[in-house]
């Protein structure tokens, strides 16, 4: 079993920045951020290995970047230039190879409004 554990979520003006920390309590193979405004389905917006390969939505390249899996199993969601339309709850999603299984945290709301 893993738990993971978010942060970093909150109310910023069009423009701004946000960073998303999720710290999962054992080394996994992938973690990843997705998001899901409402009435839409959850989304991915990045994902890193812990070989380090990276992907990301269309929408966040260029402006998001996701960190590398650290030692502590944490990685980080930089969220720069964020829009109106960033708004959404974000979610820590990281998988694990033996046994292979998927998990989620509990969610974390990024506001992005004037």
């Known amino acids: 079993q893993v738990q993971l554990v978010e942060s970093g979520g909150g109310l910023v003006q069009p423009g701004g920045s946000l960073r998303l920390s999720c710290a999962a309590s054992?080394?996994?193979?992938?973690m990843g951020w997705y998001r899901q405004a409402p009435g839409k389905q959850r989304e991915l917006v990045a994902g890193?290995?812990?070989?380090?390969?990276?992907n990301y939505a269309d929408s966040a390249k260029g402006r998001f970047t996701i960190s590398e899996i650290d030692t502590k199993n944490t990685m980080y969601l930089q969220m720069n230039n964020l829009k109106p339309e960033d708004t959404a709850v974000y979610y820590c999603n990281a998988n694990t190879l033996l046994p292979r299984r998927e998990y989620w945290g509990q969610g974390t709301q990024v506001t992005v409004s004037s």
């Open positions: 054992r080394s996994v193979f992938s």
């Open positions: 890193v290995t812990s070989g380090g390969r990276t």
